[in-house]
């Protein structure tokens, strides 16, 4: 067998790359084929317009995610809740990674005007939910967490993960870590107002103590956020596609 690429993963891979280097209001299939060394006309064979090719990809990224999920699906409830916290986390030199998240915030800007964009989102946002409720469901059952509203739970820590990773990439970016200034109420520190580069690790932090620490059972213990991040970490950096969104 092969080890060699296929045409659809070189096509992904390339749109990824044109993902970073242009964002998404100003990619054009031109832009994805240059990335890919393939043809704008093969490209078009393949995929009618940029907005399938677009949903094609975002497909692929959330399958990824499945799989990163699934990856993990035998380890303990415990470090399976630190690793998806530490999935979040992005430090300010993963300069790349940003920057494909920000093409993601414009990708879903068009949920409300495109379904097929739409119906994606729904996917991945399901996929991030329900991995948490399978999490504490998982944990309830083995006594690692106390009974809780495992919906409701699961809702709060996808949202202020997902608000963490957008605030620091849209706010964030130029914020010198030597000027860092006042805290807020986290004791999440911020420079004029804005949040410092790490403000995902600060967040994910208080995750932990305010969010997560509850929940646990009496003489359980969850793993170290270090150890969650390095969890879900890919063991080769060129994997940086398989974030997932991370969405």
Do not use: C, K
């Given at each position: 067998?092969?080890?060699q690429p296929s045409a659809a993963d070189e096509i992904m891979d390339g749109v990824y790359r044109a993902l970073r280097a242009h964002g998404y209001a100003e990619l054009t299939m031109q832009d994805i084929a240059d990335e890919c060394s393939k043809s704008k006309s093969l490209l078009h064979y393949h995929y009618d317009t940029k907005e399938d090719l677009l949903v094609a990809f975002l497909d692929r990224v959330i399958s990824d995610s499945e799989r990163r999920i699934a990856a993990h699906?035998?380890?303990?409830?415990?470090?399976?809740?630190?690793?998806?916290?530490?999935?979040?986390?992005?430090?300010?030199?993963?300069?790349?990674?940003?920057?494909?998240?920000?093409?993601?915030?414009?990708?879903?800007?068009?949920?409300?005007?495109?379904?097929?964009?739409?119906?994606?989102?729904?996917?991945?946002?399901?996929?991030?939910?329900?991995?948490?409720?399978?999490?504490?469901?998982?944990?309830?059952?083995?006594?690692?967490?106390?009974?809780?509203?495992?919906?409701?739970?699961?809702?709060?820590?996808?949202?202020?993960?997902?608000?963490?990773?957008?605030?620091?990439?849209?706010?964030?970016?130029?914020?010198?870590?030597?000027?860092?200034?006042?805290?807020?109420?986290?004791?999440?520190?911020?420079?004029?107002?804005?949040?410092?580069?790490?403000?995902?690790?600060?967040?994910?932090?208080?995750?932990?103590?305010?969010?997560?620490?509850?929940?646990?059972?009496?003489?359980?213990?969850?793993?170290?956020?270090?150890?969650?991040?390095?969890?879900?970490?890919?063991?080769?950096?060129?994997?940086?596609?398989?974030?997932?969104?991370?969405?």
């Open positions: 067998m092969s080890d699906a035998d380890s303990s409830p415990s470090e399976r809740l630190a690793g998806f916290i530490g999935w979040f986390v992005f430090e300010p030199d993963a300069v790349d990674r940003e920057a494909f998240h920000i093409a993601l915030l414009e990708l879903r800007t068009q949920g409300p005007f495109n379904e097929p964009i739409r119906e994606q989102l729904t996917r991945s946002d399901r996929l991030l939910r329900g991995t948490v409720v399978d999490i504490l469901e998982s944990g309830i059952e083995e006594g690692v967490f106390r009974d809780v509203d495992v919906e409701e739970t699961a809702a709060l820590l996808v949202a202020t993960l997902d608000g963490a990773r957008t605030r620091q990439i849209t706010l964030s970016g130029g914020v010198d870590t030597a000027e860092r200034g006042g805290s807020d109420a986290l004791g999440i520190a911020e420079t004029a107002g804005h949040p410092e580069p790490t403000y995902t690790r600060a967040v994910a932090e208080a995750a932990f103590r305010r969010l997560v620490e509850p929940l646990l059972a009496e003489g359980a213990e969850l793993p170290s956020l270090e150890a969650g991040i390095a969890a879900m970490t890919p063991v080769d950096a060129d994997e940086d596609n398989d974030e997932s969104e991370d969405e």
